[in-house]
Every structure is written in C-alpha cells, then in structure tokens.
C-alpha cells in the first residue's frame, strides 16, 4: 500500500494566477498520475508524472498549461497555469506501489479542491 | 478507442436489498479490472480488483464482481447493501480509463 497527502487541501485563487499542488508518498514509486475530477463527474487522466523525464501528457492535456516536475521517486508538483474559471476542480495524485507497478492498482491522495474566481 | 462504460449514472435501492452495478469494458486484450468507491467528501479507495484466475472477485465490504470475458463485463454486486454503502463507484481499466460513475442511492 501507500499513504499520499496533498498540499494545499483546497485554495481559493484569482483567475490568470497559477497553483502549484504537491504530492507527497510515502514510499518509492514508479507510477504516479494527476487526474482531474469535475464535481459530480468521473476522473480524467491529466498525466503520468515520470521521474527524471517530461511527464507523459493525455490529449487535450498541454505541459504549458499543466507544468509536472518529478523530481525524486516519492514527490511531484503539478502547476495549474493561467487559471480560468473552467479549471476549478479537485485535482487528485494518484500512486500504484512498489517501483515494479505490477498489479496497477492505485492509491489516492485526499485531494486538492480549486476554485477559480 | 479503449473504454469502460458505467451504463447507470444512480441506482436507487432499498437497505438490506441486493445490488448490481453494471461495468462494461471494451479492451479486446488481456485486461486488468477495478472497482473503486468514493464515500461522501472521502477519497477514492479500492474496492476489489481483477487481474487473472477466479472471475470471481471478493473485495471489501461485502462487495463481489463477476469477470465475464465473452460479455466484457465485470459488474459489481452486492446481496444486502446498508446505508453505510452510500456513495460513488468506478470502474476502471489498466489502462487508466474510467468509467462515468455510479451513484448508489439507500433507501431506508
């Protein structure tokens, strides 16, 4: 298993600022995901978050707009730039344990509500 | 395209009343499965998981899902649900794509 927190919980901010979201595991992992979560609605894969390359982008998904560093195998940071009121959301973090990721079964992190004004 | 389709967007049930949620996958290859629940202002967390052997799976919480290749389907089931069952459930591929969500609905 693994345990992920998420900082910050929630936030409120100013459409064209941007929120950078940490994502922190408590063990090493291969696999880690950003997704977004609508209210009401199913999660949408944003990206793969990969250590020591560029994350791995879903479509309609732009690393201008949606910045991922992967820094070390248990942290990554996911940036909402320019931010519209379109992008309010829960952005979740997402983990499958171990560093073979072999049975893909994945672990969430709380979340982080964004609201956009 | 590779999709899960979760036909029942609310499922409405009496307590202690059986229950099935319906997934549908569409992967012609070899598949990996799961169910996930997300209880009210909770977060999501694994309900029960398919990877090979018995098309029957057990998972918690009284939950069972049936693996049925030639319907390509893995429905969730359940024979007596409490109001403590109230909440979302997904299904979702190896392949990261999910289904829409099904709200289960507990009637007292």
């Known amino acids: 298993s693994a345990v992920i927190s998420q900082k910050p919980s929630r936030d409120i901010c100013q459409r064209g600022t941007s929120l950078t979201i940490q994502c922190q595991v408590d063990s090493q992992v291969t696999m880690m995901f950003w997704y977004r979560q609508q209210p009401g609605q199913s999660l949408t894969l944003i990206a793969t978050a990969n250590q020591g390359s560029e994350a791995t982008y879903e479509s309609g998904f732009v690393i201008d707009k949606f910045p991922i560093s992967r820094p070390n195998l248990t942290f990554s940071t996911l940036t909402v730039s320019n931010m519209s009121p379109e992008d309010s959301s829960i952005y979740l973090c997402s983990v499958v344990p171990g560093l073979a990721g072999g049975s893909r079964e994945q672990f969430f992190g709380p979340g982080t509500r964004l609201t956009v004004l | 395209a590779q999709s899960v389709t979760q036909l029942d967007s609310q499922v409405p049930v009496f307590e202690e009343a059986p229950v099935e949620l319906r997934c549908n996958y569409s992967s012609s290859v070899s598949v990996y499965l799961f169910w996930y629940v997300q209880y009210p202002n909770q977060g999501l967390q694994l309900l029960l998981k398919y990877l090979s052997g018995s098309t029957l799976v057990k998972g918690i919480n009284g939950f069972e899902a049936e693996f049925n290749k030639s319907q390509t389907s893995f429905h969730l089931r359940k024979p007596s649900v409490h109001i403590s069952d109230t909440a979302e459930y997904f299904c979702?591929?190896?392949?990261?794509?999910w289904g829409a969500g099904t709200k289960l609905i507990i009637k007292p």
């Open positions: 979702e591929d190896y392949q990261l794509i």
